[in-house]
C-alpha cells in the first residue's frame, strides 16, 4: 500500500521534463545553422584562413586543406532561412499544447480524476 499512495503523488505532478526537452530540440534545430557559421568563423579566425560564400579558398591546418569543409559550415547558415521559421512553427505548436495539456492536468487534479492509465496492481 506505501507503493501505492507514492504512486498516487507521482502521478499528480505535470511531465515538465519531457515538455522541456521537447524545447530544448526545438531551439537546437531552429539555431543550428547559427552554431554552423560560428564554428566556420571561429576555425577561420583561429588558423588566419579566408572564408566567404564565393567560392572555396584553401584553408591549410596541421598539412590538410579544410577550406572545403570550412566552406560547407558557413554555406549552411542559409538553412537559417527555413529552421528558424520551421522552429517558430514548432514552438508556437509547442505551446499550445503545452497550455492546453496543463489546462486539463489541472482540471482533472482538481476533480479528483485518477491518471488515464490505472497503476499496477500490487503484488504481495
Known sequence: MIWNRGHERQAKRFPWFWYLLALFVIVAFAFAPIGSVMLCGAIANAYGCKVDEGSVHPCIINGHDYGELLYSLGVMGWFMLVTIPGGLVAFV?????????????????SAGIPPPIPPPPATA
Do not use: E, N
Not at 505548436?93 to 487534479?109: D, E, G, M, N, T
Open 93 to 109: 505548436s509547442w505551446l499550445i499544447f503545452l497550455i492546453l495539456h496543463h489546462v486539463a492536468w489541472r482540471k482533472r487534479v
